[in-house]
């Protein structure tokens, strides 16, 4: 296996809250093999869960807790600027993710620390976070098959460079991954 697959397995790891064996990683030859693994993994499930809003609530809640910002104040378009106290955004953003308790945390870019524009609002971090943290907002719920793709998806892009796939490609034959 190859560094770009480890770093794969260890994202979809990370994102779904599973830790996954050499030998069960090693037998993932597509991306469908991939979401059909989680999805044995994870149970079914019992309803649907909406992690956009879920991850909404969390964010909401821990700005409230942390920073003492009034509950109506924290809304999907309000922006993270307008919402943390000034100065040291760097901390800031930091306590909100331990807060949140969200592994997969969106970083702030290089340059005078500034928010990346599609986690600019909290909306935008809310609907990241649906997409690359599910398995630590999925609750007892369980995944749908639509919201484990959906996060192998951002994963394959993110971790593998991969934008277009057939869930039946094979890793290293069709998407050369190494």
């Not at 779904?16 to 090693?26: G, N, R, T, V, W």
């Not at 942390?66 to 800031?92: A, C, I, M, N, Y």
Request: net charge negative.
């Amino acid at each position: 296996m190859g560094l770009d697959s480890v770093e794969f397995v260890l994202g979809v790891e990370e994102a779904f809250q599973l830790a996954i064996p050499d030998a069960d990683a090693e037998r993932m030859l597509t991306p469908r093999d991939v979401v059909e693994y989680i999805s044995a993994r994870l149970g079914p499930v019992s309803s649907r869960v909406c992690l956009e809003q879920r991850a909404f609530y969390r964010l909401r809640r821990a700005v409230v807790r942390v920073f003492g910002v009034p509950r109506s104040q924290v809304l999907p378009t309000t922006r993270w600027e307008d919402l943390l106290p000034p100065g040291d955004r760097k901390h800031h953003w930091l306590l909100v993710h331990q807060a949140t308790g969200t592994p997969p945390w969106p970083s702030l870019t290089f340059w005078r620390h500034r928010f990346p524009s599609s986690v600019e609002t909290v909306g935008g971090t809310a609907a990241h976070l649906a997409e690359v943290a599910a398995g630590a907002l999925r609750g007892d719920e369980g995944l749908t098959r639509d919201q484990i793709e959906r996060t192998v998806r951002t994963l394959m892009r993110e971790h593998l460079g991969v934008k277009e796939f057939d869930w039946n490609d094979q890793f290293v034959r069709d998407l050369n991954v190494d």
